[in-house]
């Protein structure tokens, strides 16, 4: 983990303990991916509405505070207004609103939403023969939704290759209905798949880069929680639950330990 | 109405470049001459109104008119909740135009039958709602809630009322209006027929909404010293009614059961009390009139009183 990974890792923590709210462990599986997609895509902080902008879905929607604080650290917005988060009244929500939020395309929450959308994104910007692309990150837990697998069928029969899925593969419905072997399954539905560790932005950005006939698929196999051994180690009873102070001590103490 | 629907929509094409439709694979030889036309703007996505709905609001994010079509159960009740956030949360813009609704299918039994959908759609804010009647009422509401861009629900029937009505979006209409009347009836769409023909001759007021949200509030405002009847063949109309308040209103129409009775949309009708008899003799019982009903309004007769 190098420093920015830190740095925003920290600000989820440490916006998760103030508040009370957040996902940690499933913020913490995309932080790199977050990262990686916002460093390839064009996208302009200043100009959140630039028209040859390309558009971000974030399907998995309950990672919104780590979606947050990656938009701070890309100038979107300072990081001390994210502490509002979860509050009465505050623009920042334990999930996004496209209103309130510069930088987001899509209100999202309920899961196997974002995909569909994104895909109606994509057919809409191949029909108008622009080349601003589609990238929305689908979470493996998501992808117990039938609708994920509704749209994976359409952009690929579509031919969408301005469209890119990254799949956070961390294992969330290991206790119920795992999602096994996704890049099968994507290259089963017709995607150009590439399968990279979900922790490396370089291997991330360099998937991202990879240019198809058809829609591709980054698998992103990642740990939920990664940083944290307290969450990796115990990720359900951490799903929705945030850092008292001790705690949170702790938490910061073992990221510093991974970061070195 | 659905070859209204297919000219209004080939009009509306020729001046809008923003216009897509998006197919739930139906009507798609019926709109041959469509894609002929206009080859990249038909889009039969499948058989999935999760993802037509999803889809419909990333093509309007990306400047794009869609006007969805399919059958009414399948994109209302199954999809509520793409038409609830990817359309009305997110504002999106859409028209979702269906066949099918009430009991236009009743030889298909429940699994095809739709009476939810205008209550529905018209619980979403946001969300416009509309049950023509004729082709002409098709015509012009398409129009105006295509135009004004906002999340749209408008419902095709399979017959209309017959009537040759003045119409307007977000208007109501006086069908019948007796000097001194204490009872209104009020209805929607396609069975504004049977309801004018019920009411032959009976002193009483008959209202038409096609337009169920947003309600013609003033109009109604006029006749509330009156006592309501709503009859309609769904859920809708009644509640924006109530919802509206100030109101003395009963409901004639819907049972609360499944109506298997396959058979044919008058047979449904006729069972559940809203044939022309029916009508009528439900009105008559609401008016406390005294002429003796021609039969009993059906079994199934149900009506709620506030």
Redesign the interface.
């Known amino acids: 983990m190098d420093g920015l990974s830190l740095q925003i890792r920290e600000s989820i923590l440490k916006i998760s303990h103030h508040s009370g709210h957040g996902h940690i462990p499933t913020c913490f599986s995309v932080v790199e991916t977050l990262r990686a997609v916002y460093e390839t895509m064009r996208h302009n902080p200043a100009d959140p509405d630039w028209a040859e902008r390309d558009?971000f879905v974030l399907s998995k929607g309950h990672a919104a505070l780590g979606l947050y604080c990656t938009l701070a650290h890309f100038g979107y917005f300072p990081i001390q207004d994210v502490y509002a988060f979860g509050g009465f009244g505050s623009r920042f929500g334990c999930h996004a609103d496209?209103?309130k939020i510069p930088g987001i395309?899509?209100?999202t929450?309920?899961l196997?939403?974002g995909?569909?959308?994104?895909?109606?994104?994509?057919?809409?910007?191949k029909?108008?023969g622009?080349d601003r692309r589609v990238y929305v990150v689908v979470g493996d837990g998501e992808a117990n939704e039938?609708?994920v697998w509704?749209?994976l069928?359409?952009a690929a029969?579509r031919s969408l290759d301005n469209m890119t899925v990254v799949f956070d593969n961390n294992r969330s419905q290991a206790r119920c209905l795992p999602v096994r072997d996704p890049e099968r399954k994507f290259s089963a539905f017709g995607f150009d798949v590439t399968s990279v560790e979900g922790h490396d932005v370089s291997a991330i950005r360099e998937a991202l880069a990879l240019k198809a006939d058809r829609p591709r698929a980054v698998v992103a196999n990642t740990v939920k929680g990664a940083g944290c051994r307290t969450l990796v180690n115990d990720v359900f009873a951490w799903h929705r639950r945030s850092p008292d102070a001790h705690e949170l001590e702790i938490l910061l103490g073992e990221l510093h330990e991974t970061a070195v | 109405m659905r070859q209204q629907f297919k000219k209004t929509v080939l009009q509306l094409a020729e001046e809008d470049d923003r216009l897509v439709l998006l197919f739930g694979d139906i009507s798609v030889f019926l709109f041959n001459d469509f894609s002929q036309k206009y080859p990249e703007r038909l889009l039969n996505i499948g058989i999935c109104e999760n993802t037509l709905i999803s889809m419909a609001a990333g093509m309007s994010a990306t400047g794009y008119r869609p006007v969805v079509h399919t059958i009414t159960p399948f994109v209302t009740e199954r999809s509520y909740e793409q038409v609830k956030l990817d359309l009305c949360y997110n504002r999106f813009g859409c028209t979702i135009v269906t066949v099918g609704g009430s009991f236009d299918y009743a030889w298909d039994g429940a699994t095809h039958h739709c009476y939810t959908d205008l209550e529905l759609m018209r619980m979403l804010p946001g969300m416009e709602v509309m049950q023509p009647g004729s082709k002409k009422e098709f015509d012009i509401l398409f129009r105006a809630c295509y135009k004004n861009g906002s999340p749209s629900y408008i419902r095709i029937a399979a017959d209309g009322h017959g009537l040759d009505l003045p119409c307007e979006f977000g208007k109501g209409i006086i069908v019948q209006e007796t000097k001194g009347a204490e009872v209104t009836v009020i209805t929607s769409g396609p069975i504004l027929g049977n309801v004018a023909e019920a009411c032959s001759g009976l002193p009483v007021n008959i209202l038409y909404f096609p337009t169920i949200k947003p309600l013609d509030v003033s109009l109604l405002r006029k006749f509330d010293d009156t006592d309501l009847i709503v009859v309609h063949d769904a859920f809708g109309l009644f509640e924006a009614i109530t919802a509206a308040g100030g109101v003395k209103a009963a409901y004639h129409g819907l049972p609360d059961e499944f109506c298997c009775y396959y058979g044919a949309l008058d047979d449904i009708r006729r069972e559940i009390g809203l044939d022309p008899a029916g009508i009528r003799n439900a009105v008559l019982e609401y008016s406390g009139c005294s002429e003796a009903p021609a039969r009993r309004a059906g079994p199934h007769k149900i009506v709620k009183v506030n």
């Open positions: 558009l496209r209103f395309e899509l209100s929450g309920s196997g939403h995909i569909g959308v994104a895909t109606g994104m994509a057919l809409g910007l029909m108008s622009s039938g609708t509704e749209a069928m359409v029969h």
